[in-house]
T-cell receptor
Framework: AQKVTQAQTEISVVEKEDVTLDCVYE???????LFWYKQPPSGELVFLIR??????QNEISGRYSWNFQKSTSSFNFTITASQVVDSAVYFC??????????????FGTGTRLKVLA | NAGVTQTPKFQVLKTGQSMTLQCAQD?????MSWYRQDPGMGLRLIHY???????DQGEVPNGYNVSRSTTEDFPLRLLSAAPSQTSVYFC????????????FGSGTRLTVV
């Protein structure tokens, strides 16, 4: 069965520190997509990034970067020079095809990041 | 603005009451889903729909009903509310295919007393 593990329940860092949020997944399929979402204190869920199983290139977007490694089934998220506005709960998610032709999404339990001023 | 609209934002119910959480999207997305979020448990899928007239159960469907009469609307009905249904409920939509991530509504915080 597919599974997404975010072992870090809560992380606290001081502003300007770098922080990495871990995501480890399990799937039997060769074709799948991985996602990261951010849930700020206001409560909405915001899509951050998508990565497909055939693309292992790392991606950088401003202070955010993602490291996808199929060999370790990990899709880790790094925030460089963290800011207080980065304080949020971050969810990793996995989608893979089902036998009915649809796609099933599994979310991790989330990592709460607190950035202290 | 385009997106997923959920109403109400907050609701308090007494045990045994029924109610409907409303969800509407104006992006013409075929896929819609309801998730509940509980502390330490992430997001769990309740029901989902892959198009008008087609619904299916997710991970935690008991106590909830859904229907999809139009592409835009996907209401979630609580038949007889229980304290265990106290949670934050999110409606989400996306186009078909696993390439697309979900667009989420702002959530409904439900308390059952």
């Amino acid at each position: 069965a597919q599974k997404v593990t975010q072992a870090q329940t809560e992380i606290s860092v001081v502003e300007k520190e770098d922080v990495t949020l871990d995501c480890v997944y399990e799937t039997r399929d060769t074709t799948y997509y991985l996602f990261w979402y951010k849930q700020p204190p206001s409560g909405e869920l915001v899509f951050l990034i998508r990565r497909n199983s055939f693309d292992e290139q790392n991606e950088i977007s401003g202070r955010y970067s993602w490291n996808f490694q199929k060999s370790t089934s990990s899709f880790n998220f790094t925030i460089t020079a963290s800011q207080v506005v980065d304080s949020a709960v971050y969810f990793c998610a996995l989608s893979e095809p089902t036998t009915s032709g649809t796609y099933k999404y599994i979310f991790g339990t989330g990592t709460r990041l607190k950035v202290l001023a | 603005n385009a997106g997923v609209t959920q109403t109400p934002k907050f609701q308090v119910l007494k045990t045994g009451q029924s109610m409907t959480l409303q969800c509407a999207q104006d992006m013409n997305h075929e896929y819609m889903s309801w998730y509940r979020q509980d502390p330490g448990m992430g997001l769990r899928l309740i029901h989902y729909s892959v198009g008008a007239g087609i619904t299916d159960q997710g991970e935690v469907p008991n106590g909830y009903n859904v229907s999809r009469s139009t592409t835009e609307d996907f209401p979630l009905r609580l038949l007889s509310a229980a304290p265990s249904q106290t949670s934050v409920y999110f409606c989400a939509s996306r186009p078909p295919g696993s390439f697309y991530g979900y667009t989420f509504g702002s959530g409904t915080r439900l308390t059952v007393v």
